[in-house]
């Protein structure tokens, strides 16, 4: 029993080759390659400049005659600020929490009937 003819399958298509990681993805990564070394040096040249600034306002500071004769003056000097007077700055109290008032009553008066 004959059908007549039967052409042979079709072939399969070739298999696609799928994109690279870079081919998807250069959109994002060469932009973000290029800016961030720039933008970093940028940065560094920003915080170089406003240390000099700093450095520059304190010694005028201190060279003024006024605040010297202030007592308990300190002279200013370039870095980090100095803390709140009465605050703990040391792991030893905490920091959200001041300390308790030099004045005033320790305790709640009784009240008077």
């Keep these: 029993m004959s059908y007549g003819y039967v052409p042979p399958p079709v072939p399969p298509p070739l298999a696609v080759p799928r994109p690279t990681w870079f081919s998807r993805n250069w ?3 060469l ?3 290029i800016l961030v070394p ?3 040096i940028v940065q560094a040249f920003r ?3 406003a ?3 700093q450095q520059a306002a304190a010694a005028q500071a201190n060279a003024a005659p006024y605040p ?3 007592p308990g003056y300190q002279p200013a000097q370039p870095g980090y600020p100095n803390p709140q007077p009465g605050y703990p700055s040391a792991p030893s109290g905490s ?3 001041p300390p308790a008032p030099a004045s ?4 709640q008066p009784e009240p008077t009937a």
């Design 95 to 97: 920091a959200t929490q």
């Design 51 to 53: 240390v000099k600034q």
């Design 31 to 33: 932009p973000t390659v």
């Design 38 to 40: 720039i933008l970093l």
């Design 47 to 49: 915080n170089r400049t």
């Design 27 to 29: 959109k994002w990564f």
């Design 68 to 70: 010297n004769a202030q």
């Design 104 to 107: 005033g009553p320790a305790e």
